[in-house]
Every structure is written in structure tokens, then in C-alpha cells.
């Protein structure tokens, strides 16, 4: 069987990744391989995927024929873009779409890698484990419609899709894709305050994860913008304006703004 799909780095991106891909059958087990440093890794991802698997990534960019996939840290690129550099990619017969969602580098630093090869960088997050992902895309300058067809069908297989122009991409990395973090630190903290009022941890930790989840589907069901919500919870000289004032005077929204214009700073920083 001819493979399609090669993913070099199967860590947490690359399996939720593969693991959607192929139950939504998108591409079979055998249309994919992998490369990982970690030969128990791999083992993981062949057991698990019944991929074909390799610790060489010049095997997956030579064997990949419609799209290689990078999920590997930013701080290892140069070194795979090196690794791959000495492949005849302009005589192919089949020339992969390039897919990163490495976070900081820019679609010139993964042109200059790739030749002239088409390239998509994308931003998706973790929620696409379950299917509840969101991923921002944007398209170099040698894809088609053709490609960009194809990326819409990978991210869209773990959640929604949007597409940005490049310049938004580190601000969607520090919103979106670093956001989980922030909201799973959310749920903690409720938990612990939950527990600081008395309750027990169990029921906290059940409490303040429907909370998150319950409100979340509310607005995104209703279409509701959030500052109503809040309106509609704030009963007057009730409970919910306690905690509130609380919150304000903490800092909360100037803290989550500040954190989405860090890690957005941080994503420039790793581009560079
Ligand atoms: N985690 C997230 O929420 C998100 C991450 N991203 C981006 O996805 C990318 C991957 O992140 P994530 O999945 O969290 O990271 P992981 O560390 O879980 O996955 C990266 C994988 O690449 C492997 N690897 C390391 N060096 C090489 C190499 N030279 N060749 C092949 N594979 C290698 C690692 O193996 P080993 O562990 O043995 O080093 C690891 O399994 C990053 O660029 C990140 O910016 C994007 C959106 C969200
Ligand atoms: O923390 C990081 O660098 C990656 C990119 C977005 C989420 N995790």
C-alpha cells in the first residue's frame, strides 16, 4: 500500500493527530508512517495505530506521497530541516504537502527548508484529542487549492478549522493553543476553592469541571455573548458579585490577558 500520511514526532500533537485520522478514516494504518527517536515510543504508536514506524526521518519524507506532517518542538527543527536537506525533493515524482504545527516558525523558515515544496502552518490545540479541537491555518506561497482542501480535512477531523493570515498566527498559539493550560488551571483552582469551602475534593473536582464545560456549551449553543451570561448569573447584592469583585480586584482578566500576550511573545521568540 502506498503511503500518504508521514508524521514526523509522535508525541502528544502528532498521536491525537494520527489517532483521529485514522478512526475518522481519513487515511488506513497502513497508508502512514511515523518517525520518533524513542524505539518504546514507536513500539507504543505500531501496537496502538498499526502504523509503519521508523527512527529515520528521511525514510517518512522520502516515503511520505501526499503530506508530511511535523509535530516536533520548535527547538529541534533546524536539525530535522537539516537531516532532510540532502533529499532530491525538485525530482519527486510525488511532492508532499508540508503540514507544521511547530509553534513560532514561520511558513519562510519551513520554505527555505523544504524547497520549493507547498507548506501549511497550522495551530491546532489540545482539545483535539477528543475531537474538540480548534486549529488555525495559513498557506505558503507554492499551495493549491488542492492542498489547502487537504489540511481543512486533517485539522477538521479533530475539531473546528479557521483561517488566519500569518502575522496572527503567534497571537492564535497564545490564545488557543496554549489556552487549554489555562482553562485546565481554572478548573484547578475552582477545585481548590471548592475544597477550601468545605467540599469534598472528589465532588470539587466534578463541581468546578461541569461548571467549565456546562458554560462553555451554553454560550456556544446559545450564542451568547459572555458579559451577558455573567449579567444573568449576578443576582443584585447576591453571591456571584462577591466572588467577582474578588476576581476584579485579583486581576483575573488582566492576568489571562497578560497570559495570552506573553506566550504570543514567546512564540515571536521561538521563530527567531
Ligand atoms: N502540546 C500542545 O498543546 C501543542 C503543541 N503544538 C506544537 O506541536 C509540536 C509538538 O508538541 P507536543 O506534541 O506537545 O510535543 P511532544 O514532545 O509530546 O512531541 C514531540 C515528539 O517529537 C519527538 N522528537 C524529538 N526529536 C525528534 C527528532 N529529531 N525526530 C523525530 N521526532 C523527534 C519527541 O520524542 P522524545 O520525547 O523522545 O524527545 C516527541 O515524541 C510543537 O512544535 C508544539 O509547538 C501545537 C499546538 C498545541
Ligand atoms: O507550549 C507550547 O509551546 C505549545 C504551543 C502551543 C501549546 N503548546
Known amino acids: 500500500m502506498t503511503i ?133 491555518i495559513c498557506s505558503g506561497a507554492y499551495t493549491s487549492p488542492k492542498h489547502h482542501q487537504i489540511a481543512q480535512q486533517i485539522f477538521s477531523a479533530v475539531g473546528e478549522v479557521v483561517e488566519v493570515s500569518e502575522g496572527l498566527m503567534d497571537a492564535v498559539t497564545g490564545l488557543s493553543g496554549s489556552g487549554p493550560a489555562y482553562v485546565a488551571l481554572l478548573v484547578e483552582a475552582l477545585a481548590d476553592g471548592g475544597v477550601s469551602a468545605g467540599l469534598p475534593r472528589a465532588i470539587a473536582n466534578q463541581l468546578a469541571l461541569q461548571t467549565v464545560l456546562g458554560t462553555a456549551k451554553l454560550l456556544h449553543e446559545t450564542k451568547m455573548h459572555p458579559a451577558e451570561l455573567k449579567d444573568r448569573v449576578t443576582s443584585p447584592g447576591g453571591t456571584t458579585i462577591a466572588g467577582i469583585a474578588k476576581l476584579e480586584k485579583a486581576g483575573f482578566r488582566s492576568a489571562l490577558i497578560e497570559a495570552v500576550k506573553a506566550a504570543t511573545e514567546r512564540s515571536q521568540e521561538l521563530g527567531k
Open 4 to 136: 500518504k500520511f508521514g508524521l514526523i514526532g509522535g508525541g502528544v500533537m502528532g498521536e491525537a493527530l494520527l489517532s483521529r485520522l485514522i478512526a475518522r478514516g481519513i487515511y488506513q494504518s497502513s497508508e502512514v508512517i511515523v518517525s520518533e527517536p524513542l524505539s518504546s515510543r514507536l513500539d507504543f504508536l505500531k501496537q496502538q495505530y498499526g502504523v509503519a514506524v521508523t527512527t529515520d526521518n528521511s525514510q517518512v519524507f522520502t516515503e511520505a506521497k501526499e503530506v508530511l506532517f511535523l509535530a516536533v518542538k520548535p527547538q529541534v527543527f533546524s536539525a530535522i530541516a537539516q537531516e532532510l536537506a540532502n533529499i532530491d525533493i525538485l525530482n519527486r515524482e510525488h511532492s508532499p504537502l508540508i503540514i507544521s504545527i511547530l509553534a513560532g516558525v514561520p511558513l519562510s523558515q519551513l520554505e527555505a527548508a523544504f524547497g520549493q515544496l507547498p507548506v501549511i502552518r497550522a495551530m491546532p490545540n489540545t482539545p483535539a484529542t477528543v475531537g474538540a479541537g480548534v486549529t488555525a
